[in-house]
DNA sequence: CCAAAAGTGTTATGTCTACACCCATGA
DNA sequence: TCATGGGTGTAGACATAACACTTTTGG
C-alpha cells in the first residue's frame, strides 16, 4: 500500500484554467427555463452554452458564482446559490485543460433577464427543449444541465428551494405549480395546501390576498416564505407521476 | 447586463493546481471512521490530512479519484465513489492556488488497511474524534470532512450506500447499526427489518446464515445486496433521535 | 434451564389520498 | 346565476411505532 502524502510538489503538478459555470433556471410561463448565451467565438461558435466564467485566484467559488450571476442577470445577493458539481474531463475543452464548477441559481422570473439582452446573444430556453435534442450545447453542457435538473428535483424536496421560483409573496398554487413542474407531477391541491401548512414555518400568510384572474374565482391568500426553509421536507415526492415531465 | 459569452481567452485566466481529494469512510467496532495520513511535509508538518493527490490533464476526475483511492487503500473496482463539492478558497494552501474536487469513498473495513500500514502515517480514527477538535486536520480538511459526513447521511436514505458499508453479505442487525452510527439514531430491529423486506429487491437472502455470537442467540440469516440499490430509499431518516451521535 | 439475539404478530396511532363539498369572485 | 378557482371536511387506505411473543442458539 502506496501512502501518498500530499505535498503538492509542483513538478507533480499541471496547471488547470478553473471556471465557474452557473445554471440560471427560473419558471416561466409555467415551464421551467435555463439561461443560456449564445457563443460569439470559436470553439462551439454559434452554439448554446450555460453561462460562466474563470475564477479569480483572490475569490472563493461561491463568489465567483455570485460574480458571474450578477453579470449575467443583474442580480445580487441573498439569492439561492447551490454548489452541485465538477468537470474535469480531458478535451473537455479543445484548447486547454479546463475544470469547472457548476452552481445551480434559482430565480423567480425576471423579465429584464430577457427584455434587456439582445435575443441573439442571451436567452431563456424552456429546459425541455435544452435537453430534448433541439438545442446544441457547447462543451459538455448538455450534461451539466442534466445534472442541474436532477439536483433541483432532489433539493425541492430536501430544502426550501421551491420558494426562490416564485415572488416575494405567492399563492399556494403558485408555489404547487413549481413543483409539479419540477417534478413532472399532479398534486391534489387540498392535500399540498395541508402538507405546508401542517407544519408551521414553512410558509406565514400574509393577511392579504391575490387578484383573481380574468375568468374569476376566489382570491387566494398570499404567503411568504417562513424562517425554516432549509432543512427537511414539506412534502414529499411520492406524488402520483404525469403523463410527461 | 453584461453578456459575457465563455471565450476562455488564456490571458483572462490563471492557472490552478487541481488535486482530488477521498474522504475514505468505514465502520470499524460499530463506529464510523475516516482515513487519514500524517503529513511529512511542511506545510502543515505532523498534522492529519485527507488523503488525495493531483489531477492528470489527461484522466476525468471521477479516473483520479479512483486511481487516489487505490493508491491509499488498495481497493479498486466499482466501489462507492462519489463526488460532493469542490474547495477552492483562496489562500487554502498557502503556497499556491489549489482547487480540490472532494469525492466520498464508502469501504466496508479493510483490515490490511490498518495492518498493512504504518500506523505513523495512516490511520483510521473515529470521525467523532476527526470532528470533536481533539485532532487538527491540515489545510481546510476539516471543513471537507464536515461535509462528507454531512453527505453520507443524506445518501443513506436516498441512495443504496448503506451496503457499501458491510461486507457481500451481511446480516440486517449489521445494516441496521449503519443506519444507527450515521444517523444517531436507535431503530426497532423489528420494524428495520420489515422495512426493507417489504419492497423487494433492497435485500436477497443467500439461504446462509451468521453465527451466532460467543453469547448465543438465534443465529441471524445473510442477505446480500439486491438490484435497486438507487435510487430510492429502503426507510425514512424520520427515526426517534437518540441521546448522542 | 437461562440468557441472548433473531424473527413474527398485533395493535394503536399517524399520515396520505381521493374526492365531495363550501366559499368568494368576475362576467 | 353561472363558471372558475380557492379552501375545508372526511373516510378509507396505507405506513409507522411500540412492544409482546416465539424461535434458536451458547453456556
Known sequence: MV??????????????????????????????HVLLVRRGVPPFEGMWAIPGGFKRP??????????????ETGVDGASLLRQFGAYGDPGRDPRMNVVTVAYLAVLRAVRSLAAGTDAAEAALVPVARALGGKVELAFDHARILRDAVAQVRVDLELTGMATAFVGPTFTLTELRAVFEEVWGVRLDPANFRRSLLAVSGWVVPTGRRAQPGASGGRPAELYRAGRRWRHGAPIAARGTRRGSG
Do not use: I, K, N
Open 3 to 32: 501512502v501518498e502524502t500530499q505535498t503538492y510538489d509542483p513538478s507533480a503538478s499541471s496547471s488547470f484554467a478553473v471556471t465557474v459555470d452557473v445554471v440560471v433556471l427560473t419558471m416561466s410561463q409555467g415551464r421551467l
Open 58 to 71: 483572490d475569490e472563493t467559488l461561491d463568489e465567483a458564482a455570485h460574480r458571474e450571476l450578477l453579470e
